[in-house]
């Protein structure tokens, strides 16, 4: 007996590497396509599958960011997400990849139905606090709890929050 499984996306099928792609890209956060192909597996034409979905009306943004390895890069991030509600304080192995001294500190942001949202990295305290500052100023964070996690710190170096933008207290 077969079980016919459908996708929570309209007119996506299910199992698909483009819902494979948009349950990656459903916490609205930016993906880069390394991050992507971690998540989905690299047996995919990436930009081919965002073209396919953005015909079927969803909003995918891309922009070019500097690489890690190479001089240009993508990243992407779905602009209509429904935006999946992380654990309280727990953030996933992506979330926190990769895992360099330039990206040390990362700047979340939590929303209303607990959206959470990668807002900057950096890899001290002042570059994050500049990137507060400046997101402030911008009223990018109006409405928002802010968060600060250490991707070294905390318990035996695995990470942790400074600030937990989920309880709204400093640990």
């Known amino acids: 007996m077969t ?6 996306f ?20 930016w993906w880069t396509t390394a991050g992507i192909h971690r998540r989905i597996g690299r047996g995919c034409r990436l930009n081919s599958r965002i073209s396919e979905l953005r015909a079927r009306g969803f909003r995918i943004e891309h922009e070019h960011v500097r690489g890690a390895t190479e001089t240009r890069s993508h990243r992407y991030r779905w602009l209509d997400a429904p935006g999946v509600p992380p654990a309280v304080g727990a953030l996933s192995s992506d979330d926190i990849s990769p895992r360099t001294d330039e990206q040390r500190y990362r700047l ?19 570059s994050i606090g500049v990137a507060l500052f400046t997101l402030a100023q911008e009223h990018a964070l ?15 170096g695995i990470g942790g929050w400074l600030v937990n933008p989920f309880v709204g207290s400093a640990w």
């Open 10 to 29: 309209d007119g996506v099928k299910a199992g698909s590497q483009n819902e494979r792609i948009l349950s990656t890209l459903a916490d609205g956060a």
């Open 3 to 8: 079980t016919a499984t459908t996708s929570r």
């Open 108 to 126: 979340y942001s939590v929303g209303h139905g607990n959206e959470k949202r990668l807002e900057a990295s950096g890899p001290d305290a002042e």
């Open 142 to 156: 109006d409405g928002r709890c802010v968060g600060v996690y250490d991707v070294f710190g905390g318990k035996h």
